[in-house]
């Protein structure tokens, strides 16, 4: 596609839940990050993807957090039994290569409640 | 570890004036990138300058302008005209050039207003 797609937009759930967040990146597009962005603050690095390689996870911050990418393209981030500060917005980002930057997804707002 | 630091939490620039949102940071690299995104309530984050820090000449983007000064790492934006369109969060961010994740590292972020 021409940007970076990422569903659903806003997603509210009850604490206890698990959730799936996706994320389609740039056609061609080798390389997908995921980061949160908690209210008021920075991108937190969360996970990355490039090609086939083994994903860099260090950024996920606890084994209740999860992401897969299928075909070297779509990619699903899940949130296994939410808590209330997992409340944040997730952006999803490709590139095609280092230095060159990343091309954003809108994010999903994720409300835990 | 990399740190980027944006001592600015809120700035406000009058429209058509010249403004500057300071950034820096820390790295004991010499090859690196450093990059300003905006971020407007629609929540897109997007690029607006690169700098390669092995390049001296200072990048510019129509109005957008940087002055990076790798001995003291620091890398300010200069946005000229400002316009209400320019409303927005900005954030520094720093990636290293060789490395098996190339991550961006982010700073805080400035929230520029734009009065008209």
């Known amino acids: 596609g021409a940007g970076v797609s990422q569903s659903p937009s806003n997603k509210v759930t009850e604490k206890g839940k698990d959730v799936e967040l996706r994320c389609d990146p740039i056609s061609g597009h080798t390389a997908l990050y995921w980061y949160r962005q908690r209210l008021g603050q920075g991108l937190e690095f969360l996970i990355y993807f490039q090609g086939n390689s083994a994903p860099d996870k260090s950024g996920l911050p606890s084994d209740r957090f999860s992401a897969e990418r299928t075909g070297g393209s779509v990619s699903t981030l899940t949130i296994q039994r939410t808590q209330q500060e997992d409340s944040a917005v997730y952006l999803c980002?490709?590139?095609?290569?280092?230095?060159?930057?990343?091309?954003f997804g809108s994010g999903t707002r994720l409300t835990v409640v | 570890a990399q740190t980027v630091t944006q001592s600015q939490p809120e700035m406000s620039v009058q429209e058509a004036e010249t403004v500057t949102l300071s950034c820096t940071y820390d790295t004991s690299e010499n090859n690196y990138y450093l990059f300003w995104y905006k971020q407007p309530p629609s929540r897109q984050m997007i690029l607006v300058i690169r700098?390669?820090?092995?390049?001296?000449q200072n990048a510019t983007e129509n109005r957008f302008s940087v002055n990076f000064q790798k001995a003291a790492k620091s890398f300010s934006l200069k946005i000229s005209d400002s316009q209400l369109g320019d409303t927005a969060m900005y954030f520094c961010a720093f990636m290293k050039q060789l490395g098996a994740t190339n991550k961006l590292i982010f700073g805080t972020g400035t929230l520029l207003a734009v009065q008209p």
């Open positions: 980002a490709s590139s095609l290569g280092s230095g060159l930057g990343y091309t």
């Open positions: 700098q390669e820090a092995y390049k001296q």
